[in-house]
């Protein structure tokens, strides 16, 4: 992992002892507060603790003042290799010019980094863990090879304690929203719109009577029969979807991945599938291939 990303940190990080008394960093709290939404879903997905995504993000990119999260989205210091195709960005860390993975947007940066884990064998022992133990999976991490620092397993601890981040592991501490339905479970934005995230064995009827929507206008917004079963982890929109992805993909098409579909990929970003499509001068009987590129808006 990239060196130069502890720096900061550091600095004000010698020991236990010493980060323990350390004062509460706004701009860790205000980084915290824009992607903890983002790490539960992909807890929720891929069973990785938030609290350990979080601190990694955290600690990886300088709470996203990096300059590889500022110029590639990089926010986890992930390299090209293991067959790395998408876009590149080019530092100085255990060689001159090494590669990273460079993304549209952190929120790919997110995900990858999820599959990343998912998919390397050496991490496949972490997934045995319970979703709690954020000690067995930071200690873990290090054991595996994800970074070479001596103190990585340290840094991540210190950090989820000072900031509590381990709240979010539990469902404790629940995204705020502006909503009259009191419901058990995290509700999030993207894209101006509101969406949560399936659970196992539900419906777009079971879903909507937990909050209070219709659920014939559940399955519309999402573009599906009202009689489909969700497939846990899957994105599901409680309003009417956008036409085009936020201003911050202007110039920043997806690329697509394998597993991926023209629907999936519409899901992901809160698009209407048929801008999708408009969007990209394709047709619905167009299968899309691993690499290729789609205009977001």
Known sequence: MKKTLYTLFCLCLTSSSVFAQARWNAQYQQ?????????????????????ITLAQGLLESGAGRSDLARQGN?????????????????????????????????????????LFLVNGRRYASLFQLKQSDYKGWARGLKAAGYATNPR?????????????????????HSVSVNTSVSIDRDIYMFNDRLYVIARRGETFRSLGDELDISWRKLAKYNERDKHDTLQEGEIIWLEKKARKAPKEFRDRPHVVKAGESMYTIAQYYGIRLERLYKLNDLTPDYEIRVGDRLKLR
């Open 31 to 51: 980084y915290i507060d824009q992607w903890s939404g983002v790490a539960v879903e992909q807890m929720n997905r891929y069973h990785i603790p938030a609290s």
């Open 152 to 172: 990585y397993a340290d840094h991540l601890i210190e950090i989820i304690e000072l900031y509590k981040l381990y709240e979010y592991d539990t469902g404790k």
């Open 74 to 114: 990089n926010h986890f210091g992930i390299k090209c290799h293991n067959g790395w195709t998408g876009a590149t960005v080019y530092f100085d860390d255990d060689i001159r010019n090494d590669c990273f993975r460079s993304y549209g947007s952190a929120r790919e940066s997110y995900e990858d980094h999820s």
